[in-house]
Structure formats: C-alpha cells, structure tokens
C-alpha cells in the first residue's frame, strides 16, 4: 500500500496560488506537476480532472477541494497542494464557503485501489480541525507535508 510518506513533499504545494477561479487553479497545479516531472501531458491530465469532476463535487467544504484525475500521463502517484489566499467562489462545495486550499491527487493509471485508500486517509485527516488550521494558516510547504505525513 502507499503510504502518504511516498506521494507528498514539498516541491508539490504551492502556498500562494494565482488563481481565481477553478479553471485557473486546476491549470496552475498541473503546470506544477508538470514542472516536477510528475505527468507527462498537461491537457491529458486535466481532462481527467475534469471527467472525475463531473462525477461529483469536490469541494467538500471548510475551503478545501480535493480534485483527483487518474490518467496514463501520470508518470508517480502524487498529492499536490495549493494554496489561495483570496479563494476560488466558483467551485461547487457542499457549504458555499470559497475554497482557499486544493489537494490534487495525481494518481497512475495502475494505482486505483490505492487512490481509495490514499483518498480515504487525506479524508480522515481533514475531520481534525488542527489538520485544516495548519493548511489554511501554514507558513511553509513543509508545515502542510509535516501535519499530513504525521500520525494521528
């Protein structure tokens, strides 16, 4: 199984996105990614974000979206994290709260049995508020991975 020690560090969070709207964040991350050597296809890659968004909403609430595109482009499985300090309003949550941090799931095609369990660990986490302070208020990438990648 992967641990969650394997897919996050902290040349993948950006604590101060640019972007506004979904569009814009969901490009930014996956330039990142791409950048990081992460994927090997940028719009492959978001179209596969964008097919899982059409599933259902992502935003699942306290200003937190948690985007996941499983795809062949994906060369390791990764979890990025971005931050926006003005919020991104057009992103559908279950609370209509903006959405001020995403944790993008980047996972290889041959990882799903691991996005569950991956997902369904970063889901455990965020019913801690100490977890959701820590991504809302954090000063450096390595604050975020260190409350992430700690035990609870």
Same mark, same amino acid.
């Given at each position: 199984m992967l641990d969650i020690k394997e897919v996050l560090f902290d040349e993948n969070v950006c604590l101060n996105l640019n972007a506004t709207t979904k569009d814009e964040a969901i490009s930014e991350m996956t330039k990142m990614l791409y950048r990081n050597q992460v994927i090997e296809d940028q719009k492959t890659f978001i179209k596969e974000i964008y097919e899982r968004e059409s599933e259902g909403i992502t935003g699942i609430g306290d200003g937190i979206a948690i985007p996941h595109g499983r795809s062949k482009t994906v060369k390791k499985t990764v979890i990025? &994290?971005?931050? =926006?300090?003005?919020? &991104? =309003?057009?992103?559908?949550?279950?609370?209509? $709260?903006? &959405?001020?941090? &995403?944790? !993008?799931?980047?996972?290889?095609? $041959?990882? !799903? =049995?691991q996005h569950i369990m991956l997902l369904s660990h970063v889901a455990e986490l965020l019913l801690d508020e100490d977890v959701i302070q820590v991504l809302h208020t954090a000063q450096t990438s390595s604050e975020i991975v260190n409350v992430l990648r700690k035990d609870h």
């Open positions: 990025a &994290i971005g931050r =926006s300090d003005r919020g &991104i =309003s057009d992103w559908e949550t279950f609370d209509n $709260v903006p &959405i001020k941090c &995403i944790i !993008m799931f980047a996972i290889r095609d $041959v990882d !799903m =049995s």
